[in-house]
């Protein structure tokens, strides 16, 4: 189904001088999956808000029934605290999905999970609301935090201490869920309210992911991926690879301090926070500081720095325009830019792009030299001989 997607704001609007936290940049992949017809997931990604439904029903039932909740969020939020609009607005959901059932009988039965997360800038925190089984996480220097509780009948067994967290990741009862949106005319909707640093990597997802793949998975990736594009497209990958029992949605967003943006274009997404709100805060308060003075430099010392400069102007600019095909470090075919070579000191003349799902290991002899011999390319042949490896593994459609 075609989602509710917003463009990002931050590159059409000045941010306003006191904001404290703003959404970076974010994105969104949504799949059928592997082994269902429809796809009855739906999501909202206009920021600073975020959304994500995963319905269920007969026929299309399922997806009237998470269409309808993303509908409920798309003018936004209403006045009032972050909290209680959001929580107002998941009621205003549920009971127009509990109205049309009862209208239609097609539609009886259906409904649909639903997880929200806004960023509010002056408080530096993110607002989520949430029920059912899609979920919410912070990525944090290398730390992943589940910020929802699933309302399942799995997640009640464990909880209870009825079976242990290495059984409810392989209960056959583990789709079942115990809340959703429609059934009811009123809903109890889980509320936190989440403190938030700039570098925070937030995720949120239908269980068509985590079903497929792990916590420690989903950190790896995250972790590894060079874009938030690259992330959410991996993410996806890998959940289709490990089976795809499911509709597959994920939305990944990164914040920041406008004052101090994290960088641009290509980059890890893992980004480790700077300052504290509180030096961050003195820090505007401050006047720019005067520059230091520069002591002399002899005329040898200049000559030898700009050997030196040029040397790298030539290696970087080979750098920037040569491609080749590798195996990254979880050993999957992946694309690098730049010169297959190590340099003294850690120093690599190369960056990973993009990690597919494929391991080297399972390609065909040829395809795996193809991989491992490392000949420079261009960028669209390199590209394109990656899309073909996805492709023959049936990872693209």
């Known amino acids: 189904m075609t989602p509710l997607s917003g463009s990002n704001w931050?590159?059409?609007?000045?941010?306003?001088?006191?904001t404290m936290l703003r959404v970076a940049g974010h994105a969104e992949r949504t799949d059928v999956g592997r082994q269902r017809q429809a796809n009855e997931d739906s999501y909202l990604a206009r920021s600073p808000l975020f959304v994500v439904a995963d319905g269920m029903g007969g026929a299309q039932a399922g997806e009237v029934?998470?269409?309808?909740?993303?509908q409920s969020f798309q003018t936004g939020l209403p006045d009032g605290s972050p909290s209680e609009s959001i929580e107002r607005t998941i009621a205003t959901a549920n009971r127009n999905i509990y109205d049309q059932a009862h209208a239609d009988s097609s539609l009886s039965g259906m409904g649909t999970t639903i997880t929200v997360a806004a960023v509010d800038a002056d408080t530096e925190?993110?607002?989520i609301g949430h029920v059912g089984d899609s979920r919410a996480y912070r990525l944090r220097e290398g730390i992943l935090q589940r910020l929802t509780k699933d309302h399942s009948l799995v997640e009640e067994m464990r909880r209870r201490g009825q079976i242990t967290e290495e059984q409810a990741e392989d209960h056959p009862q583990r789709s079942i869920i115990t809340r959703a949106l429609g059934p009811e005319p009123e809903v109890q909707a889980d509320m936190t309210t989440v403190p938030s640093e700039p570098g925070d990597i937030f995720m949120l997802c239908s269980d068509g992911l985590t079903t497929m793949i792990g916590d420690d998975q989903i950190r790896d990736i995250l972790m590894g991926a060079t874009s938030l594009d690259a992330a959410a497209r991996t993410l996806v990958d890998e959940a289709n690879?490990?089976?795809?029992?499911?509709?597959?949605?994920?939305?990944?967003?990164q914040v920041e301090d406008p004052v101090n943006p994290l960088p641009r274009g290509e980059q890890p997404t893992m980004v480790r926070p700077g300052a504290t709100r509180h030096e961050r805060r003195a820090a505007r308060e401050r006047?720019?500081?005067?520059?230091?003075?520069?002591?002399?430099v002899i005329a040898g010392v200049l000559a030898g720095l700009a050997v030196l400069l040029?040397?790298?102007?030539?290696?970087?600019?080979a750098t920037r325009q040569a491609w080749f095909l590798g195996t990254d470090p979880a050993g999957r075919v992946a694309l690098y830019r730049g010169l297959p070579y190590e340099l003294p000191f850690g120093v690599d003349l190369y960056s990973l792009q993009y990690s597919t799902a494929v391991q080297t290991t399972s390609l065909p002899a040829n395809r795996q030299r193809s991989v491992t011999d490392h000949s420079l390319r261009s960028e669209d042949d390199a590209v394109s001989l990656i899309e073909d490896i996805e492709t023959r593994e049936g990872l693209t459609g």
């Open 65 to 70: 029934a998470s269409l309808t909740a993303i």
């Open 310 to 317: 040029i040397l790298f102007a030539g290696v970087f600019l």
């Open 241 to 253: 690879r490990a089976g795809g029992r499911d509709n597959i949605t994920v939305i990944v967003f």
């Open 125 to 127: 925190q993110v607002y």
């Open 287 to 296: 006047s720019p500081s005067k520059p230091r003075r520069r002591g002399k």
């Open 10 to 18: 931050i590159a059409n609007e000045k941010p306003n001088d006191n």
